[in-house]
């Protein structure tokens, strides 16, 4: 994910999405005001095991899940693939892939 300017986007805020009491995501919030969800946090909250945030782009590189992708969440994976997406900072911790 970069701006038009070819600088990283930086994150200012970050927490937590609670979809449910016990169950949440890992959400970040960037200085160009673009929410962005945590891929291992995602990877999480759906159960997905192994492979940690590359777990959710596995699941969603299948076959049969194909027809129901839309095409910009389509366009994302190619992405990911072809290693087209920066990894932004968090405020804390380790680098991301924005999803």
Same mark, same amino acid.
């Given at each position: 994910?970069?701006?038009? *300017?070819?600088?990283?986007? *930086?994150?200012?805020?970050?927490?937590?999405?609670?979809?449910?009491?016990?169950? &949440?995501?890992?959400? &970040?919030?960037?200085? +160009?005001? *673009?929410?962005? $969800?945590? $891929?291992?946090?995602?990877?999480?909250?759906?159960? $997905?095991?192994?492979?940690?945030?590359?777990?959710?782009?596995?699941? $969603?590189?299948?076959? &049969?899940?194909?027809? &129901?992708?839309?095409?910009?969440?389509?366009?994302?994976?190619?992405?990911? +693939? +072809?290693?087209?997406?920066?990894?932004?900072?968090?405020?804390?911790?380790?680098?991301?892939?924005?999803?």
């Amino acid at each position: 994910m970069v701006n038009e *300017k070819n600088k990283l986007s *930086k994150v200012t805020h970050q927490g937590k999405w609670f979809i449910d009491k016990n169950l &949440y995501i890992d959400c &970040y919030v960037t200085n +160009e005001k *673009k929410r962005l $969800l945590s $891929l291992r946090g995602t990877s999480r909250a759906m159960d $997905l095991k192994g492979g940690g945030s590359g777990a959710l782009v596995r699941n $969603l590189k299948a076959k &049969y899940i194909q027809p &129901y992708l839309s095409k910009q969440l389509i366009k994302w994976i190619k992405n990911i +693939e +072809e290693d087209k997406i920066d990894k932004i900072s968090a405020i804390k911790g380790h680098k991301f892939i924005p999803f």
